[in-house]
């Protein structure tokens, strides 16, 4: 993941407070290049969706950039990195990275996961 997505993902996650905040990550060869913030439709601190209009918007610039989708990222205002049983039940995009960036300590930690079904596995997550 490019630094600068990082920084911009913390930045969203913190301002939507005390909602979770969600978005997509997108680029080439699975390297996270470009943010896409997104609107919780939810407005609530234990669960996100996306308005399948905005997708559809977002996942046509994402096209005509020439990039794909890396990951789907939301945050936990007060729960660890770790994705709830809301996030695993409504997790559909198998081939996709989830991260979930927990703001409930001093820093703010972030978890990679793959969800397949209702099965979870941890994958480790590159910064630079």
Same mark, same amino acid.
């Given at each position: 993941?490019?630094?600068?997505?990082?920084?911009?993902?913390?930045?969203?996650?913190?301002? $939507? !407070?005390?909602? =979770?905040?969600?978005g997509l990550l997108s680029g080439r060869c699975g390297?996270?290049? #470009?943010?896409?913030?997104?609107?919780?439709?939810?407005?609530?601190?234990?669960?996100f969706s996306m308005k399948e209009e905005q997708i559809?918007?977002?996942?046509? !610039?994402? =096209? !005509?950039?020439?990039?794909?989708?890396?990951?789907?990222?939301?945050?936990? *205002?007060?729960? *660890?990195?770790?994705?709830?049983?809301?996030?695993? =039940?409504?997790?559909?995009? *198998? $081939?996709t990275a989830y991260l979930v960036l927990s703001l409930?300590?001093?820093?703010?930690?972030?978890?990679?996961?793959?969800?397949?079904?209702?099965?979870? #596995?941890?994958?480790?997550?590159?910064?630079?």
């Amino acid at each position: 993941m490019a630094g600068h997505v990082w920084r911009e993902m913390v930045g969203h996650c913190a301002a $939507e !407070q005390p909602y =979770e905040a969600c978005g997509l990550l997108s680029g080439r060869c699975g390297r996270a290049e #470009t943010i896409w913030k997104m609107e919780n439709a939810d407005r609530s601190p234990f669960s996100f969706s996306m308005k399948e209009e905005q997708i559809r918007k977002v996942f046509g !610039q994402m =096209e !005509q950039r020439g990039e794909r989708l890396v990951a789907i990222y939301h945050s936990h *205002p007060a729960a *660890p990195a770790y994705p709830s049983p809301h996030d695993i =039940e409504h997790a559909c995009y *198998p $081939e996709t990275a989830y991260l979930v960036l927990s703001l409930a300590g001093q820093q703010p930690v972030l978890g990679c996961f793959r969800i397949h079904g209702r099965q979870v #596995t941890p994958l480790r997550c590159i910064l630079y």
